[in-house]
């Protein structure tokens, strides 16, 4: 009985977390770090503001663990099944798909990992993993340098080439200046792609 119930109060707490994550997600996402208290957090949450200190030390230790867990879920998308052995072009259309994919399936992650600056508050931890994420995109191009398809400017140049095109057509389609759907996305993929050939 004792088991059972250390065990339902484990399950308790965790939902309480996943409610307070999912309230700071939102929160962040639409006003930034620097916009949203945390009695707002604990109020979204359905929970008092002393109950979010149970949880996390501080705003930032809880906005690191929101931005961890959505960054390496972003990597997870980029090098699960990744076409190592495809050429330049399949390689681009990959990471393109999974990139869509990823800003389809999670818009508040994206619009809160890739729409704002973070870099007043990220732990070291956290800036490491986001470079993994890059470096990603790094080897993509230097491959494709490589075979000489694409140009030779630099690998992080080419990378915030074409992934701000699509972070800015996503915060287009947020702001209603333009519709979000796959066919306008490839639309954005193709410009890209052709003014990083070679």
Request: glycine share 6%.
């Amino acid at each position: 009985m004792k088991e059972t119930r250390t065990k339902i109060e484990r399950d308790s707490a965790a939902v309480r977390k996943d409610k307070l994550m999912g309230a700071a997600l939102k929160l962040f996402s639409e006003f930034g770090f620097h916009g949203v208290a945390v009695p707002k957090i604990a109020k979204d949450a359905g929970m008092s503001t002393g109950s979010v200190y149970n949880y996390f030390e501080s705003k930032e230790e809880l906005v690191n663990e929101l931005f961890w867990v959505w960054k390496d879920q972003l990597k997870s998308y980029y090098l699960t099944d990744y076409p190592m052995t495809e050429n330049t072009e399949g390689q681009f259309i990959f990471i393109w798909n999974r990139l869509h994919q990823y800003a389809h399936d999670f818009p508040d992650a994206f619009q809160f990992i890739e729409s704002q600056l973070h870099s007043s508050y990220l732990t070291k931890e956290c800036a490491d993993l986001e470079e993994e994420v890059f470096e990603i995109g790094r080897m993509f191009v230097r491959g494709g340098q490589a075979a000489g398809v694409l140009r030779d400017n630099d690998p992080q140049m080419i990378v915030a080439f074409f992934f701000g095109a699509f972070v800015q057509y996503f915060k287009d389609t947020r702001a209603c200046r333009q519709k979000w759907s796959l066919e306008a996305s490839l639309e954005v993929r193709d410009l890209c792609w052709t003014s990083m050939l070679k």
